[in-house]
């Protein structure tokens, strides 16, 4: 019996044994049924019907093991074009499941090599990231052709389907602050220590019960050493830099472009280019420097942020640490009066000159850094 009979197994069993103190009745909804969506998931779980695989974390000091008698799988919620993502218990806590398979068509082995490095490259990243804006990481597991990485699991979905539910409403700004500061945070954590992550976009941004946002999905992150070398998979157009569109040098500061365009998306209540295929969207960006209209009924000082973080060029594009200082000015500004105005610097009639003023002011380095040594992610 593989992980999900297993799962349905002990869980009608463990149901009928203790009605609603079982610690598997809060996933009661990945019960029964659904027969031939379960016979389809037994190519990928039998994989891991013996024993515990190991994954050697790169450079990572640590083995990580799975123990996959501990291991419960329900239902499939999300996937992607070689990927997985499951509710699951592991070692009776709410957890996420990503199973990576190798197709097998996978005839010359060359995806088998770039999903080992993707699986490599995520274990790698998310076992030494420690940050409460950051998904955490619990096991991971290779058994070639499957791969099984195992993090936390957040109860209220992605960002994405969170901005869907508000069917094109815009956030109220308290709300918008308290989203665009968790994700910045999370952000100046991640380039803190060297990392890039390549793909911000609210996929990949998780919610918690208590409302607290998370980054996720480190499966084209890579380490800032190394930012030179194409990503295998390239990212999602509609939240590229152009740079990183056009395949040139680039650096951490895409990530803040990409953050650039979360920010109008929460103000617009609508996803950038709506209109244009990621295509459309990507030829727009790098062949006539288009970005989205600024909604007329942004506060002028919201507008500057978003239009400094998706600037051209990158160098005049903030820090994380300082887009964290001007979002804290804001939601102190929207606590005294209920406007951005004490943002403003009154000399200037140009906000967006008023926004970059403002945040050189800040300086160059980062006040709350700390001189730990990075760890090297390849």
Avoid at 26 to 51: N, P, Q, V
Avoid at 52 to 59: D, L, M, P, R, S
Avoid at 93 to 101: F, L, N
Avoid at 201 to 206: A, I, M
């Amino acid at each position: 019996m593989g992980i999900i009979g297993k799962f349905l197994h002990k869980e009608s069993r463990e149901s009928k044994e203790k009605s609603n103190t079982s610690p598997l009745t809060h996933l009661t909804s990945m019960k029964g049924g659904h027969e031939k969506s379960r016979s389809k998931e037994y190519a990928w779980a039998k994989y891991f019907d013996h024993g515990g695989g190991k994954v050697n974390a790169v450079e990572a000091a640590d083995e990580c093991i799975v123990d996959m008698s501990k291991l419960f799988l329900g239902l499939r919620f999300a996937h992607g074009a070689h990927s997985r993502l499951y509710h699951g218990l592991y070692k009776d806590k709410p957890v996420a499941v990503k199973i990576i398979r190798v197709p097998d068509d996978d005839e010359n082995g060359n995806l088998a090599t770039r999903l080992e490095n993707q699986f490599n490259r995520e274990v790698l990243l998310l076992s030494q990231l420690h940050h409460p804006n950051v998904i955490k990481f619990v096991a991971a597991c290779r058994k070639p052709p499957v791969y099984c990485v195992i993090t936390e699991y957040l109860s209220e979905g992605s960002l994405r389907a969170y901005l869907h539910k508000l069917e094109h409403k815009a956030l109220s700004f308290e709300k918008l602050m308290t989203i665009a500061l968790d994700i910045a945070r999370g952000m100046e954590y991640i380039h803190s220590q060297g990392v890039i992550h390549r793909d911000l976009k609210p996929e990949n941004v998780l919610i918690d019960k208590e409302f607290h946002l998370k980054i996720a999905d480190f499966g084209i992150a890579c380490g800032e050493a190394y930012y030179d070398l194409p990503a295998d998979d390239p990212g999602t157009y509609r939240w590229m830099a152009p740079e990183m569109i056009k395949k040139k040098s680039y650096g951490r500061k895409v990530d803040v472009y990409s953050f650039g365009l979360i920010l109008w998306e929460m103000v617009a209540g609508t996803i950038p280019y709506e209109d244009m295929t990621p295509i459309q969207a990507a030829f727009a960006v790098v062949n006539k420097n288009s970005r989205p209209v600024i909604p007329r009924d942004c506060p002028p000082a919201m507008g500057a942020l978003i239009e400094q973080c998706w600037s051209l060029q990158s160098d005049k594009r903030p820090e994380f640490w300082q887009i964290v200082k001007v979002l804290e000015q804001f939601e102190s500004s929207l606590a005294h009066d209920g406007t951005l105005n004490l943002v403003q610097n009154l000399t200037f009639q140009d906000h967006k000159k008023g926004m970059l003023h403002w945040i050189q002011k800040l300086g160059t380095v980062n006040p709350r850094s700390t001189h730990v040594p990075k760890p090297r992610f390849a």
